[in-house]
């Protein structure tokens, strides 16, 4: 069964900072990687979406690397702002299923 | 706002009642799904329909039953819920339901039974 973990937790950081959220997974066959956000009470909003052929993906500020014989990703943010403080999430298709298969994400805080 | 919709936003239940939750999209996707948000814990799939079929339960108590009468709208039917059952009800879809395709979410419905 897949098994994603996020690293850290939560993550508090002053504005302007450049910051790394990581994500790991346990098996490397997966269709694609993609990362989320979601504010306090809400849905998921898709930031970025790696294929599994690709090795990164970009968009804006946002940078997301895929290291799939490692089972390893990275979302990058540059000069963050408070604006950016939400939560953080990890997902992966498999090639067993339909299922993105999540991890508990990485809280972050950007303070003014 | 994205092209996922659900309805209702919030929602308030007894253990005895029986309510529906709706979720429709508009981006002309053919595969929809239900996933469960708790507290602490990852989102996890509960069920997921590709052109109407029901492809995956992923062992979801039968007081949970969906229903999905095309492709453009998803159901979940709650009866005789506990109160372990109050979480954020999130749909999302995408295009088939395998293969490298981005699933799109809506804002979910928070459920709450008591």
């Known amino acids: 069964k897949q098994e994603v973990t996020q690293i850290p937790a939560a993550l508090s950081v002053p504005e302007g900072e450049n910051l790394v959220l990581n994500c790991s997974f346990t098996?490397?066959?997966?269709?694609?990687l993609q990362w989320f956000r979601q504010d306090p009470g809400k849905g998921l909003t898709s930031l970025l979406l790696?294929?599994?052929?690709?090795r990164e993906q970009t968009s804006g500020r946002l940078n997301a690397s895929l290291d799939k014989s490692s089972g390893r990703s990275t979302l990058y943010i540059a000069a963050s702002q408070p604006g950016d403080s939400a939560t953080y999430l990890c997902a992966v298709l498999s090639n067993s299923g339909y299922a993105l298969n999540f991890g508990k994400g990485t809280s972050l805080l950007v303070t003014p | 706002e994205t092209g996922v919709t659900q309805t209702p936003r919030h929602l308030v239940m007894g253990m005895t009642n029986k309510k529906s939750l709706k979720c429709e999209q508009h981006l002309g996707h053919n595969a929809m799904y239900w996933y469960k948000q708790s507290a602490k814990k990852p989102l996890e799939l509960m069920f997921v329909?590709?052109?109407?079929?029901?492809?995956e339960n992923n062992s979801v108590p039968s007081r949970f039953s969906p229903e999905c009468p095309n492709s453009s709208h998803l159901f979940l039917h709650l009866h005789t819920l506990q109160p372990e059952d109050s979480a954020l009800y999130l749909c999302?879809?995408?295009?088939?339901?395998?293969?490298?395709?981005?699933?799109?979410f809506g804002p979910g419905t928070r459920l709450t039974v008591t």
């Open positions: 790696i294929q599994s052929s690709q």
């Open positions: 329909y590709s052109l109407e079929e029901r492809v």
């Open positions: 098996d490397s066959a997966i269709y694609n």
């Open positions: 999302a879809s995408s295009h088939t339901g395998q293969g490298s395709y981005e699933q799109y």
